[in-house]
């Protein structure tokens, strides 16, 4: 099958100049809408001690960060652990146990509700216990960060050596 485009007049090329940059904008305006807003990411470190923090010395923290490279804030609301089984209850997003850790932020400047600007970084400690550290051993461990701009929390998976 051969296509062929005659141009007879001057129209016709209009035309069809006019449809090709109507569709290129088209595209590029879908581009736009899907690479802007907040893109938050979510770190977890585990094994983090403490010094110069009397409150916190003598005690193991899983320390997390969640940065915004977007171009939009978002608000981190809540912050949660989730275990699973295996990762078939994972996938089917059946979770054994799920956790709510209030009280999680490093400092106290940011506290949650804690707005995330772009370019911003909010720090938090979670304690991690024998208890969270058997559910990271026994199937799979997820920290899970709330935000405003998004339905599905973003998730980083705890994993101890």
Known sequence: MKIEINFTNT???VAWWGAIIATLVFIWDIYKWKSTGSKVTLRTQLNMKSINIPSREGKTWIFITAQNNGDRASTITVVGLKHYKNAIMKIMRKASNS??????????????????????????????????????????????????HIKKPVESRVIFP
């Open 11 to 13: 129209t016709d090329f």
């Open 99 to 148: 956790f709510v850790v209030p009280g999680v932020e490093a400092t106290s400047n940011q506290s949650i509700p804690f707005i995330l600007n772009p370019g911003s970084i909010w720090q938090g400690l979670v304690l991690q216990t024998e208890e969270v550290e058997t559910y990271a051993k026994d199937g799979i461990l997820i920290c899970e960060l709330y935000c405003s």
